[in-house]
Structure formats: structure tokens, C-alpha cells
């Protein structure tokens, strides 16, 4: 009898809150279909442990976050359940008067949610089965593959993941549920209908205060925010946090009041129609669940800016792809040599016996890389190829060095003080400022200019041009190259020809060749006369081989020119890293696996974190409105018996639906423009992306998931209204 009783409940509230059980069917869905990722590996080709460890990578990240997830769906069931319980007050205290014991009612409580566990879960993990083959043609296309051997793949990992986290949520609910039950009194249940209609509206002076106290305090937010910027995690940052959250939990807490007060002063419009009624209805509300909307705001910022972000961040990685692969690989010296500490009498002085050790045994080992370096003249094509000759000839079809030299006698805080330039982060001009100007030879610029077809250069014995490939710095590159400009290098004075270069000088995800001077080989020649080594070098190869092998091969010749320790092995490293003539290598390939699977990685968070904040917050909303509306059937009645026609109620619900979706967005979009704002400054533009592309698909996937909601909303109340009081009364 209580099972019969509970499944005629579940049917009743599907039909009556549908919105509530899509919610949970979409959770269950997204939560597989996202946590399934890392099996998708197994339709790919994956030709090294770069590509898998980019599934792997990926599947961590989505598991992490997968919690803050649980947590989301989580607060929205025990919500949404404390709704329907509080709804159905009424309902219970009839169960008890006909006979009903409390545990049995508990019972039937406990076999609904149980019931609606497993309904959600079935229909979710099926729609999340298809959702997760969808997901793996767009990873394919996010790789550029083509996926040729399609097949079915159920993720075990997945499922079990989710079928661990709804069960866990939908015990925490059964168990709220029971108690919250067994607390209520029969006479608080019974009049729980009456206590609900009550309006609550607040002072509106002290309302109007607090209103305009709420404003103040988000602007102080913003501008704290835009005066720490968001790379910084400090007290700055600390304090815009609290101060957005206190301001918005205030916003709300005022809103109605201080509505009310200025709508009852505007007497043409507050007793025009069913204003005064629809105002009401809405300042009740926003007074009853202000905790609650200051909730959902914070999340749809949280969910907006998420998205907005992450699609801007991820095109970071995959728009200026091709200026990063321009050679096949890309090997690089960082030559720092730890010299001159035992040659210094003083310095040896104030060193322990250990420390004056480590020196030495760190001063031998530079003496002994520059003696190297320098018997191959700094040439780390000659280095290598002598290292090993066969492997050399069968691999390199052109190569190109570039050594990167750092003056003395100009640093880039200089030029920015001179043009009046800054990056837009404190923190970021501080390190900048320190640098000293690079210099790069302009026959080593027009060499690896020719190998990839691009324009070349010419300067004078006393002149420079400019290479720059970085957006942030672009101002900058564009001041000091116009002609007549002047830099000072190695002693001399050096003037602009008016040239600026586009040339990335290396293999990489992020293109960062930022202001560089291209300088005659005489200004570097007196550099190294006066004792100069390069700052960092780079070699970039072309493969006579296809990049596959080419890498395979590329490999072993460092394996054998610098072959690793055991340790070194141990870590994963094919060849021994040294400052000269290889410290680290980029290949091609490794650029595409990298920003492929970095770009995986922040779209499929950014839609995961996104959508389900989204889809959350509209369901609370959505349920809200719902519930407000069937406890108001009684003053929709009253309208009704007093002549107000259909047209006149419908009216008055459509703005109450409108007001309640669209303030909390409205705020949050305040809060993401402001956040998106600074981050596209300090970040995304120094990338070379604009978010403007990513604010509108933002805007778009907003429009649709949170718009959807909002009408089936508006249609699901307007149902309950015209089932309550018939056509009669409608007219």
C-alpha cells in the first residue's frame, strides 16, 4: 500500500515538476559522459606516450573538479527536495490525521526519492552513453583526427564514478527527508498552506540604505578588482572576493524594499492593472529566498566567467598553432654558467667548506661546457653533427641557429619608460623592467627567415630592426621600431630603420619572440670580444624524414651526443640535459599533442564546470517559481472571482518569471564583465586572443539553456493556474 501510495506520488511530480527531474536526468548524463573522457583514447591512433598522457592528464582534471560538481548537484536535490517537502506540508499532515504512523510517512517519503534515484539514473546514464560517443568526435576533431575505426566505449571508470556519487547524493536526500519529517508538528503541517501566504516586505527606508550601501560596496569590488588584477592571489584579490559576495547577498536582501518604495511614489504605473499585486507577489518572494538568489547569482558569475575564460583560453592554444610548428623541431641552450665563485677571494671567505666544494665542483663543470662551446664556436649544428655524423646526415635537411644576446646597456624598463608603455600587470612590468634588450644577429634573423620563406632583413653597421611575434608586447616593438629611434648596444648607438619583423625564432605552444633588435654582426662580434656568451640559443631543424621518424631519430642523436645518467633515464629523459649544446628540445609533434591537449583540456572543462553551474542554477530558480506559484493559487483565485481576466493574470505571471530569471543574471553579468574584463587585459590579450568571440558564445549557450528553462517555467506555472481554476474562472 505505501509502495502503491509512493509511485502514484513520484508520477504526480514528475508531472507537476518536471523541470526538477530533467535537471537530475541532465546531471547524471553530463556527470558520465564528461568522467568517461580517458576511455575515449582506445578509438585513437595514439603513436607515443605524449598523445595518451594527454587522455590521462584530462581525465584527472575532469575527475578533480568532478567534486566540486558533486557538491553543485548535490545542494541543488537536497534544494530542490526541501521545496517539494515544504510544499507538501499539507499533504503529510493529512497522512497523519487519517492514521498514519510518522515512520510510515517517512517511509513513503524514502520510497519516492528512491524511486526517483533510479529513474534519473537509468535515463541519465543512457543519455549520457550517447552523449559520451558525441564527445569523442569532437575530440577527434579537436586533435585533427580522423577517427576511421569508430566502436562503442563504456567506460566502467565512469560509470562507476557516478553511479557512487548519485547514490551517495540520494542517501544524504532520503535521510534529510526522513528528518525533516519527523521534526514537523501536525498542527505545523497542517497550516503550513496559510503560513506560506503570508507577504514579507521590509522596511523601506532601511531598504533604500541598504540598497544603495549594497551598490557601493560591489563598486569598491570592482574597482579593488581591477586595481589587484587576478594574477595576484593576494589581500587585494582576498578583499574584491568578499566584498562582491557581501555586496551581492545585500543587493538582494534590499532589492524588494527599496523597489517597492520608489514603485508606491510612482503612482501612475503602481496602481495601473495588477502592478501593485505583481510587485508584491515578487518583493514576497525575493524577501523569503534572498540567501538563496545571492546563491545563484554567485554561481551564474562563477559558470560565465568559467566559460567565457576557458573558450578564450583554449583558442589561445590552438589559434597561432601554425606560427608555432614552422620548423620540425626545436633545440635549445638556456647557457647559464655557474662561474666565478672560487676565483673570488671574498666570496670564498664567507663560504662553508660545503658550499666552497659545490662551487668548485659547479666552476669545473662550466670551464669545462664554455672550453666545449667555444671550440665549436657556440655552433650547436657543428657540435652535433660531429657527435654523430651518420645519424646527423640522415636526419637534417636544413638547420638554422639563433643566439639570443641580452644588453648591457639598454633594458626593456628603459624603453617603457621612454614610449610611456606598460603590459597592464604590476607584477608582470616589475619582471619586464628588469630585462635587459635582446639582440639577435641579422644574418642568423635572415637564415632562419629563408628557411621558412619569409621576408629577410638589412641593417647597416649602425642600425637595427625589430622582431616581435607577442601581442602583449606589440605596442612596445612598434615604438621602437619606427625610423629614427635609437637603442644603445655593445657601446654604440644604434638607429631604426623602420623595419618590424613577424619571425618566431623557435617551436613552441605560445609564439613569444617579444621586442627583439635585429643588429649587424659586428655589434654581436664586439659583445663576444668583450666577453659575452649568448643568453639562450636556438637551433631549429627541418627533417629530411617525415616528423614521426624524424622525432624517433632526433632522439637517439641526442642519446648519443649527450647520453643520459641512470637518474636522468630513470625520469624519463632520452638524452643528458646540459646548458650546452641541448638543454631542452620541442618538436613539432610535441606542440600539436600539447596544444591539442591542452585545448581538449580547457574546452571540456570550461563546458563541464559551465553548463552544469548554468543548468543548476536554473533548476533552483525554476523550482522556486514553481513552488511560488502553487502556493499563490489561492490569491490567483481571488483575481479571478474579482473580474481579472485571463489576459490580465498571464500578464502579471510573465513579469514575475522575467524579474526572477533575469535580476540574478543581470547582476552576474555585471560581476563576469568586470572579471572577464581584467582577465582579457592581464591575460588572453597577451596571447594574442580577444575574449569578445568567446563573450558572445558565452552569451549564446546562456540565451538557450538558461532561456529554455525560463519559458518552460513560465508554461509549467501558467499550467498549474489553469488546472487550479478552470475556464470558468478564467474566462
Partial sequence: MLAKLAWRNVRRSVRDYAVYFVTLVFGVAVFYAFNSVQSQSILFDLADTASGSVFALTG??????????????????????????????????TYLVLGMKPGQVSAIVLMETVAVGLVSLAVGLVLGLALSQGLSFVTAGLFNIQMTQYQFVFSFDGFMLTLICFVLIFAVTAVFNTLSIRRYKLIDLLSARAKNARYRVRNPWVSLVAFIAAVGI?????????ENGVLDFGPGFTRATVLMVLGTFLFFWSLAGFVIAVLERTRGVYFKGLVMFTTRQIASKVNTAFVSLSVVCVMLFFSLTVFSTGMGLARAFSGNIENGTLYDATLTANIYLNTGGTDDPEKLANMSEEDREYQKVADEKAAKIKADAEAYDWDMAAKLADGAPELWNQLVKQSAQIDAYVSADTSYGELMDRYQWDTGNENQNEAVHKQGVTLIAVSQFNTLAELTGRPTVEVGENNYAVNNTLDGMKGLAESLAKEGETVVAAGRELTSVGELRSQPLEDAAFVSSGAEVIVSDSVIADLRAQGQVPDASYLNLMYKVDRTEGDVLLEQLLAQVSPPSAEVAA???????????????????????????????????ALYIGFMFLVATAAILAIQQLSETSDSLPRYRTLAEIGCDRRMIFRSLRTQTLVYFLVPLALAVC?????????????????????????????????????????????????????????????
Fill in 671 to 731: 560581476h563576469t564583465v568586470c572579471a572577464v574584463g581584467i582577465i582579457s587585459e592581464t591575460v588572453t590579450k597577451q596571447l594574442g586572443v580577444s575574449v569578445l568571440e568567446p563573450a558572445l558564445l558565452t552569451g549564446v549557450f546562456t540565451a538557450v539553456i538558461y532561456g529554455a528553462y525560463l519559458l518552460v517555467t513560465y508554461f509549467a506555472s501558467k499550467g498549474i493556474i489553469r488546472s487550479s481554476l478552470g475556464s470558468k474562472l478564467l474566462g
Fill in 571 to 605: 625520469s624519463g629523459w632520452a638524452f643528458g640535459p646540459n646548458p650546452w649544446p641541448v638543454t631542452l628540445t620541442f618538436t613539432a609533434q610535441e606542440v600539436l599533442i600539447q596544444s591539442s591537449g591542452m585545448n581538449l583540456m580547457i574546452s571540456y572543462l
Fill in 60 to 93: 584527472q582534471f575532469l575527475g578533480m573538479f568532478s567534486v566540486l560538481i558533486a557538491c553543485v548537484l548535490g545542494f541543488l536535490v537536497l534544494y530542490a527536495n526541501g521545496f517539494l517537502i515544504r510544499r507538501r506540508k499539507q499533504e503529510f499532515g
Fill in 218 to 226: 560591489l563598486a569598491w569590488a570592482y574597482v579593488t578588482l581591477i
